[in-house]
Nanobody, 121 residues
Framework: QVQLVESGGGLVQAGGSLRLSCAAS????????MRWYRQAPGKQRELVAT???????DYADSVKGRFTIFRDNAKNTVFLQMNSLKPEDTAVYYC???????????????WGQGTQVTVSS
């Protein structure tokens, strides 16, 4: 089995910073794209940032220039550095990763349990 475990959420004032981490563990052969999503109360889950296995990145317009996604392939870990936080960034943040467990199986998308980020004004 594969698990994704997130950490780093919390309460921060507007303008502050937080760094989220998500570590994949278990039966892992390959980790392909890794992503961060978020879901605010009463809203749909939205894609925040994506990083490919080769390091290419993509961001939602709402976080461009403020958030940075990066990964440590040796540790199967993805990070989200969040700067200049705004109250509208308040949400539960989830990591998501496409992981293959053997050389011959396709990748499956796994999810973390979520971590709460609250930005006060």
């Amino acid at each position: 089995q594969v698990q994704l475990v997130e950490s780093g959420g919390g309460l921060v004032q507007a303008g502050g910073s937080l760094r989220l981490s998500c570590a994949a563990s278990g039966r892992i052969f390959s980790v392909n794209a890794m992503r961060w999503y978020r879901q605010a109360p009463g809203k749909q889950r939205e894609l925040v940032a994506t990083i490919s296995s080769g390091g290419s990145t993509d961001y939602a317009d709402s976080v461009k220039g403020r958030f940075t996604i990066f990964r440590d392939n040796a540790k199967n870990t993805v990070f989200l550095q969040m700067n200049s936080l705004k109250p509208e960034d308040t949400a539960v943040y989830y990591c998501n990763a496409d992981i293959g467990s053997t050389p011959i199986t396709i990748s499956y998308a796994y999810w973390g349990q979520g971590t709460q980020v609250t930005v006060s004004s």
